[in-house]
């Protein structure tokens, strides 16, 4: 039974990466058709990221009160529905109102299942939920490149999308004997405190971490959002082509992930946590590299994948052992929250790129890397002098 239920989890972490893809990849084509300036795409993921938000400060409690699989069943399916009505907008105001409850659902998921991955599996697990996320991330974008390359355009990129993901809805409503079974016995194993926020802030090294969410999250999102339009504006390459080199990034994460996933366990989250780190400032250096040719930038952008992959599930994961696993629920809702404030760092850097030149990716990027490996390293300093004192 364990087994199953730990199937539907990743199911619903790929469900959780399919669209996240979508607006990058799409973006240069979407653009043109919507008559929309480069810098939009940013105002479409501040609003998701402004939803997703929200939805993550309101886990705890949401969470509580109907339980896990609720709150996963019915996010999908909001995510679903969201997906299908983007295909049919014709003007960006009409994205940007989506946005909003595509953002919620992608928010309540995400706390809801690291938080319960975080408490009762194992760290390989927490990576191959992650994997699961980088595998949706992953294929969308060839979903999206194809649907350029045919006749459907960028809308029947969603439309393809959304079937995907009213499919993955059906087995999480089809999924509820397992939760019941399995894991609402889990669940009642940890009586969850729930802590106010000037109560989490005062907790040791949890305001550190708290912005390494940040910063890991505007590394992440920033090649996420701008890889494809850094192709075609550079390397001067077609939509179709740009989309899917868009997607070496999430190749990375996803191949990254499941790796780790063997080594999770025996390294250690802190551990993984460094060496992706350098992984990733290295891979930033190299994008930034002045060559004629942009098969550099395509081993890079794969490297900077690799770097970002275990950093992510890796703080997640030890939060239960860092702070007290009776607090993990009411941490981690605000720890998506910090993450997905991220997101605003990526549309930032579309205004840049606007006034000055999307060259300044890898610098931009770079620049969250160290603060990404400083911070994480000050919160590991915070807690083990909290645990031997």
Not at 188 to 193: G, S, Y
Not at 239 to 247: E, I, K, V
Not at 317 to 332: C, E, K, L, M, V
Request: with cysteine.
């Amino acid at each position: 039974m364990i087994s199953l239920l730990l199937v539907v989890i990743y199911l619903a972490f790929i469900s959780l990466g399919l669209p996240d893809s979508l607006l990058g990849s799409g973006w240069p084509v979407m653009q043109v058709e919507l008559n929309a300036p480069l810098s939009a795409a940013g105002i479409v993921a501040i609003i998701i990221a402004a939803s997703t938000i929200l939805a993550s400060l309101f886990s705890d409690a949401i969470t509580s009160k109907i339980g896990t699989k609720y709150v996963v069943a019915f996010s999908v399916l909001l995510t679903a529905t969201s997906m299908l009505a983007f295909s049919f907008c014709n003007a960006l105001w009409q994205l940007c109102i989506l946005a909003v409850p595509y953002g919620l659902g992608a928010g309540a998921i995400d706390a809801a299942l690291n938080n319960f991955v975080a408490l009762y599996f194992s760290s390989r697990h927490m990576s191959w939920l992650h994997c699961c996320w980088a595998v949706g991330a992953t294929i969308s974008p060839y979903i999206m490149g194809a649907a350029l390359t045919g006749t459907w355009g960028w809308a029947g990129g969603y439309r393809i999308v959304s079937f995907i993901q009213f499919g993955l809805t059906a087995i999480m409503f089809a999924s509820f004997p397992l939760w019941k079974k399995v894991g609402e016995k889990k669940e009642e194993e940890v009586a969850p405190v729930r802590l106010t926020l000037p109560q989490i802030f005062r907790l040791r090294g949890t305001i550190p971490m708290f912005f390494a969410f940040f910063c890991y999250m505007s590394l992440e999102q920033t090649p996420i959002l701008w890889a494809s339009s850094y192709f075609s504006d550079v390397y001067h390459l077609d939509g179709s082509l740009a989309a899917n080199l868009g997607s070496l990034f999430y190749i990375g994460i996803m191949v990254g992930r499941g790796l780790c996933g063997f080594i999770a366990d025996k390294v250690g989250d802190r551990k993984l946590i460094r060496i992706g780190s350098i992984m990733a400032i290295v891979a930033n250096v190299l994008v930034a590299l002045p060559v004629g040719t942009y098969y550099l930038a395509v081993g890079a952008f794969v490297l900077m994948g690799l770097g970002c992959a275990p950093v992510y599930p890796s703080i997640v994961h030890a939060t239960p052992d860092n702070f007290g696993r009776q607090y993990s629920q009411s941490i981690i809702g605000v720890q998506m929250a910090f993450a997905y404030l991220g997101i605003f760092m990526s549309p930032l850097f579309g205004v840049i790129a606007q006034a000055t030149t999307i060259k300044l990716l890898p610098l931009y990027a770079g620049l969250f890397c160290v603060l990404l490996l400083i911070l994480t390293e000050l919160v590991n300093y915070l807690v083990k002098t909290k645990k031997s004192a």
